[in-house]
Nanobody
Framework: VQLVESGGGLVQAGGSLRLSCAASGRTFSSYAMGWFRQAPGKERDFVARIRGSASTTYYADSVKGRFTISRDVAKNTVYLQMNSLKPEDTAVYYC?????????????????WGQGTQVTVST
């Protein structure tokens, strides 16, 4: 099982990026998928998640209205569209997957993790 993130980079404040997370090794259509981020010296924080069955979504307050999580089941890929980026969004962004129930807004809820992709937002 492998999750590979891509799409990170350097962007000016107010700009946009779209992160992708490609899953391989099994079909994740029934899994909840999440995005987390970790800034230097800080804990890994929840950003957004999408459920497998109904594709309902949930966001951290800090990104609500700016970020959108979506999935393409046929491609076994999850996306994070990030608009109106701010310098405080700078972090390594991680994709995660889980078959477990619960709120799925904490790292312990997830079984599989990608290696992360760096997002840097300049002023």
């Amino acid at each position: 099982v492998q999750l590979v993130e891509s799409g990170g980079g350097l962007v000016q404040a107010g700009g946009s990026l779209r992160l992708s997370c490609a899953a391989s090794g099994r079909t994740f259509s029934s899994y909840a998928m999440g995005w987390f981020r970790q800034a230097p010296g800080k804990e890994r924080d929840f950003v957004a998640r999408i459920r497998g069955s109904a594709s309902t979504t949930y966001y951290a307050d800090s990104v609500k209205g700016r970020f959108t999580i979506s999935r393409d089941v046929a491609k076994n890929t999850v996306y994070l569209q990030m608009n109106s980026l701010k310098p405080e969004d700078t972090a390594v962004y991680y994709c995660a997957a889980t078959s477990r129930g619960g709120p799925r807004t904490n790292t312990e809820a997830y079984e599989y993790w990608g290696q992360g992709t760096q997002v840097t937002v300049s002023t």
